[in-house]
C-alpha cells in the first residue's frame, strides 16, 4: 500500500508540474515572481516535446508501481495519462510537435499580457 500512495504521490505532483507548465504564465500576472520559476519549467516541458527526452518523475512513479505489484506503463506520464483524455488517436510525431506549440504560444501569450499590463499608462493629455 505504501509503494502504491508513494507512485500516486509522484503522478500528482508531476500531473500538477505538467499544469504548471501550461499555466504558470498565467500565474504570473497575479504573482510576477512566479515566471522566474515558470520560464525555465517551460523551456524545460517544451524541450520534453521536441526532443523527446523522458522527465525523471516517469521513471521514478514506475519503479515504484513496480514496488506496489502493479505492471507499470510504457512511454512516458503524458502519452500514459494525458493523451488519451485529449487525443484519443495515436500521439504522433505530428501531435508532439503540436503540443509544443501549443505551450509555446500559450506561454507567449501569457508573457504578452504581462508586458501589456507592466507598460506605464500615458498621462493624460493637457
Not at 516541458?45 to 521513471?59: A, K, M, R, S, W
Not at 503540436?98 to 499608462?121: C, E
Request: hydrophobic share 55%; net charge positive; glycine share 10%.
Amino acid at each position: 500500500m505504501g509503494w502504491r500512495l508513494a507512485a500516486d504521490a509522484v503522478m500528482t505532483f508531476h500531473l500538477a508540474f505538467v499544469l504548471f507548465v501550461v499555466v504558470g504564465g498565467f500565474l504570473a500576472w497575479r504573482w510576477r515572481r512566479v515566471a522566474s520559476a515558470h520560464l525555465p519549467i517551460a523551456i524545460y516541458g517544451v524541450l520534453i516535446e521536441v526532443i523527446g527526452f523522458t522527465c525523471p518523475l516517469t521513471p521514478l512513479e514506475k519503479m515504484l508501481r513496480r514496488r506496489a505489484g502493479s505492471g507499470g506503463y510504457d512511454g512516458g506520464f503524458v502519452e500514459h495519462y494525458v493523451v488519451p483524455v485529449l487525443y484519443p488517436g495515436a500521439f504522433t510525431a505530428a501531435t508532439k510537435a503540436l503540443v509544443a506549440a501549443l505551450l509555446v504560444t500559450i506561454t507567449a501569450i501569457a508573457y504578452a499580457g504581462i508586458w501589456i499590463r507592466s507598460r506605464p499608462t500615458p498621462a493624460p493629455a493637457r
